[in-house]
């Protein structure tokens, strides 16, 4: 009785790693998405997720919370962003986020929704660095593209607020403060949340 309660053990505990459970609150990891993949005519490379940390993998996490299914929720500390999800569930996504002196926090609204977009660095930013004044008028849609695969566009009461939900070709730059104010995504994570998001949804930034 004793070995087969140990064999029962065993097999659950496989079942466990085999759905990608993790000991942090998720229900469902999604490791295994970040392979290669042909997108809208570009080549999205695979991300070497294993040299990620393994909590910034996309993953289904419990997240009881007031705010209706659909929102997104932006934790700049601990480098999290959340898609709430019904029954106190949410879709948690590993972020890059702004660098010192280019954090900011607010709640705004996507306005628009684009793939593969148009990167315009802004003026300050070109000022600070000459070199990206090249794309003064635009940097085409590609996998070099600061924007990466997907941006989610924000407004706030003010208009536009200048903030993006974006892609990164920059993998590695997930878990750190990096950007000029927006939001970074892998791309395999921005497409994710792309196909989630509303446009019109509350996004509020911690």
Not at 34 to 48: E, F, V, W
Not at 51 to 69: F, I
Not at 100 to 113: C, L, P, V
């Amino acid at each position: 009785m004793q070995v087969k309660n140990v064999l029962l053990a065993a097999g659950l505990a496989l079942m466990t790693a085999l759905a990608g459970c993790s000991t942090d609150g998720a229900s469902s990891m999604f490791s295994n998405s970040y392979g290669a993949k042909r997108d809208l005519g570009y080549q999205l490379p695979a991300i070497p997720i294993y040299k990620v940390d393994r909590k910034y993998h996309r993953q289904v996490v419990s997240y009881p919370t007031s705010e209706v299914p659909g929102t997104i929720i932006v934790d700049t500390n601990a480098r999290f962003l959340y898609f709430v999800m019904p029954q106190g569930k949410a879709m948690r996504y590993g972020i890059g986020v702004g660098r010192e002196g280019f954090e900011w926090k607010g709640t705004a609204r996507i306005a628009m929704k684009r793939e593969w977009p148009v990167w315009t660095p802004p003026a300050a930013m070109i000022k600070r660095q000459p070199e990206l004044a090249k794309w003064s008028s635009g940097m085409p849609g590609g996998p070099s593209n600061a924007l990466g695969a997907r941006a989610l566009y924000l407004f706030n009461k003010g208009g536009d607020s200048g903030y993006r939900l974006h892609g990164t070709p920059e993998w590695a730059s997930i878990g750190k403060a990096m950007s000029s104010g927006c939001i970074r995504l892998m791309n395999q994570d921005i497409i994710d949340l792309y196909d989630r998001a509303d446009v019109g949804a509350k996004v509020i930034v911690r």
